[in-house]
């Protein structure tokens, strides 16, 4: 039988392109408190690999930092461009690569998810879903962008959850990991 900790910090990202919003939150057992949130800024890049490896040296350096024992990703949401689809899908991509290169157990939600679990409104807007952190984790500085907030989020989100951190449903420590519980469909 898994033992799970006492505590656990979770790191939530919320991936974009322009700009992806962070969160750490450190888990006590039912309480849970503000580590540290923020932003990582890429609208002044142009190239997008570029911008893809700032996403994953900036996750790789929050980890090395805060050392997460999870994260937690906001999935990208559909919509009509292509285009823009496929961009958040590799910067997810490579925040997930980030954590797992690191050993990290990675889990994504929704966000119509994330938004329902925080607010009890899945269709929640950022600043009401921001309100609703600042009360939850007693913090008082609203952040320069709400993508910090919805980063923290998704983090809160899986704290949730009850989640826990060594395993079960899509999260995975890393290759060997999913080809181990996976092995007829690894070939």
Known sequence: ??????????????PGTAVMG???????????KLISMGVVKMDHLDDH????????DKTVGLIEQYKPDVMALEAPFYGKNVQVMLK???????????AL????????Y????????ITGNGSAGKEQVAAMLQRLLLFKETPEFLDATDGLAVAVCHAFQRVPSGGGG???SGWEA????NQKRVK
């Open 1 to 14: 039988m898994l033992v799970e900790k006492k505590e656990r910090v979770i790191m939530g990202i919320d």
């Open 22 to 32: 962070y969160g750490l939150i450190l888990e006590q057992g039912s309480k849970i």
């Open 49 to 56: 690999f570029l911008k893809l490896q700032r996403i994953f």
């Open 88 to 98: 958040l899908g590799r910067a997810q991509g490579v925040a997930m690569a980030a």
């Open 101 to 108: 290169s690191k050993s990290i157990p990675v889990t994504e």
């Open 110 to 117: 929704a966000p119509r998810k994330i938004k329902q679990s």
């Open 170 to 172: 899509k999260s995975y």
């Open 178 to 181: 999913f080809a181990k519980d």
